[in-house]
T-cell receptor
Framework: GENVEQHPSTLSVQEGDSAVIKCTYSDSASNYFPWYKQELGKGPQLIIDIRSNVGEKKDQRIAVTLNKTAKHFSLHITETQPEDSAVYFCAASIISASKIIFGSGTRLSIRP | EPEVTQTPSHQVTQMGQEVILRCVPISNHLYFYWYRQILGQKVEFLVSFYNNEISEKSEIFDDQFSVERPDGSNFTLKIRSTKLEDSAMYFC???????????FGQGTRLTVV
C-alpha cells in the first residue's frame, strides 16, 4: 500500500523567513496530494492540494511542488507569520479511491 | 461556512465498555470517513462510507468497530469493547465527491481507562 514519508518532524523559522516541508510517496498510482494544517485542539484543515497533472500550485504565501518522477512533493510557506505555527501534514491519494494516507506531520514554529 | 461537527468532544470510558462517537457531516456531502490520531502520531485511516455501505477499511478497523448512518444526517462510529490502545483522537470527515477536499471535524478525544 501507499506510504508517505515527511520531513522534518519539527521546524523552527524566524518570522518573515520561508519554511519548506518535504514528503515522498511510494505508490506511483497516487495522483492527489493535499496538505493539511492542524492547530492545537482542532481537526486537520485543508490548506492546499495538487493533482498529478500539474507540477506547481500557488495560493498567496503557500505553494506546493510535485515531482512525479522522483515521487516527492513539497510545501513552501513564504513570509511566515506567527499564525502559521501549527502541525502540517502532507498526504497522498488516488482520486478514485476512498482514502488518503497521511505523512507523520511537521510541527512548525515561527519565532518572533 | 458549513462544517463537520462531532460529539462529544471528550469521552472517557472504562475498558471493555462500548462507545459511540457521533458526527454530523456537511449536508450535501456523500462520502464519509473516520480517522484516528494517537497522541503525537500521524492521522490514520479507519474507514470510508458511501451509499450506505463501507467503501474501504483499514486493518485497524476490525470486528470491534462498526459504522452507521442511522438517520440520514448522523454518521456514527461504534467501538464494541474498548481497549486501552483505542485511546486516541477520532476524526470524522466528509467530502462531496470522492477523496477530494475532505473536511474534518474537530475530533473526539477518547480516553479508555
Amino acid at each position: 500500500g501507499e506510504n508517505v514519508e515527511q520531513h522534518p518532524s519539527t521546524l523552527s523559522v524566524q518570522e518573515g523567513d520561508s519554511a519548506v516541508i518535504k514528503c515522498t510517496y511510494s505508490d506511483s498510482a497516487s495522483n492527489y496530494f493535499p496538505w493539511y494544517k492542524q492547530e492545537l485542539g482542532k481537526g486537520p484543515q485543508l490548506i492546499i492540494d495538487i493533482r498529478s497533472n500539474v507540477g506547481e500550485k500557488k495560493d498567496q504565501r503557500i505553494a506546493v511542488t510535485l515531482n512525479k518522477t522522483a515521487k516527492h512533493f513539497s510545501l513552501h510557506i513564504t513570509e511566515t507569520q506567527p499564525e502559521d505555527s501549527a502541525v502540517y501534514f502532507c498526504a497522498a491519494s488516488i482520486i478514485s479511491a476512498s482514502k488518503i494516507i497521511f505523512g507523520s506531520g511537521t510541527r512548525l514554529s515561527i519565532r518572533p | 461556512e458549513p462544517e463537520v461537527t462531532q460529539t462529544p468532544s471528550h469521552q472517557v470510558t472504562q475498558m471493555g465498555q462500548e462507545v459511540i462517537l457521533r458526527c454530523v457531516p456537511i449536508s450535501n456531502h456523500l462520502y464519509f470517513y473516520w480517522y484516528r490520531q494517537i497522541l503525537g502520531q500521524k492521522v490514520e485511516f479507519l474507514v470510508s462510507f458511501y451509499n450506505n455501505e463501507i467503501s474501504e477499511k483499514s486493518e485497524i478497523f476490525d470486528d470491534q468497530f462498526s459504522v452507521e448512518r442511522p438517520d440520514g444526517s448522523n454518521f456514527t462510529l461504534k467501538i464494541r469493547s474498548t481497549k486501552l490502545e483505542d485511546s486516541a483522537m477520532y476524526f470524522c470527515a466528509s467530502s462531496e465527491a470522492g477523496w477530494t477536499e475532505a473536511f474534518f471535524g474537530q475530533g473526539t478525544r477518547l480516553t479508555v481507562v
